[in-house]
């Protein structure tokens, strides 16, 4: 038991110490709660791992933490809201592009970072139900977005549990914004 604790102990602590090197902010805490991850000021919650530290759990909390941490590097508030569409629907899949830049930015250039989000986006996917997505009003259209911009900026294939919505976006989305998908990926 006492063995047990101190694993879990030692991997907090790890984690923690990964976001601060990722995000480059060394005043960045983290608080493992209950509940979906999430940003408050300099405080990162995630969510709290059991006691045994099932590798898809690890390597789901890690993913969570390193999305957290890029987007403490990588993402511009101030730029980001002034470019903001106004209606809500194009603010979400403007958000939904800003995830995947900043994430694709991290996965290239650390490849344990690049499995890490992969195993988050496979929880993301499960915890959403888009395996048995039926139509493509259930598919929503800004993790449809993000998936394939993410395809696009990192040359990685969306991951299975999320192919099928992707999947009734593709033909759309490409056709309208592959190019520019395309010229995104060469910054």
């Given at each position: ?6 694993l ?6 790890a984690?923690g110490?990964?976001m ?29 791992p059991s ?13 969570q ?6 987007k403490?590097?990588y993402h ?10 106004q ?12 995830q ?12 344990g970072?690049s ?7 496979k ?15 259930q598919?929503?259209?800004a ?5 394939l911009?993410?395809e ?7 991951p ?11 033909s ?15 910054y």
């Amino acid at each position: 038991m006492n063995n047990e604790i101190n694993l879990v102990e030692i991997f907090r602590r790890a984690v923690g110490a990964a976001m601060r090197a990722i995000s480059e902010k060394d005043e960045v805490t983290v608080q493992f709660t209950s509940g979906p991850s999430a940003m408050e000021g300099n405080t990162a919650r995630l969510p709290l791992p059991s006691r045994d530290l099932r590798s898809w759990e690890v390597a789901k909390i890690r993913g969570q933490s390193d999305a957290l941490a890029l987007k403490l590097r990588y993402h511009n508030e101030k730029v980001h809201s002034r470019l903001a569409p106004q209606l809500t629907e194009a603010r979400v899949v403007y958000d939904a592009l800003e995830q995947a830049r900043i994430e694709a930015l991290g996965a290239n250039q650390m490849k344990g970072v690049s499995q890490n989000l992969d195993a988050a986006l496979k929880d993301y996917c499960l915890s959403r139900g888009f395996p048995s997505i039926e139509k493509r009003q259930q598919a929503p259209l800004a993790d449809a977005v993000r998936f394939l911009a993410r395809e696009h900026f990192t040359g990685e294939a969306t991951p299975e549990p999320g192919q099928k919505m992707v999947d009734f976006w593709r033909s759309t989305i490409e056709s309208k914004s592959g190019a520019d998908l395309m010229e995104l990926s060469s910054y």
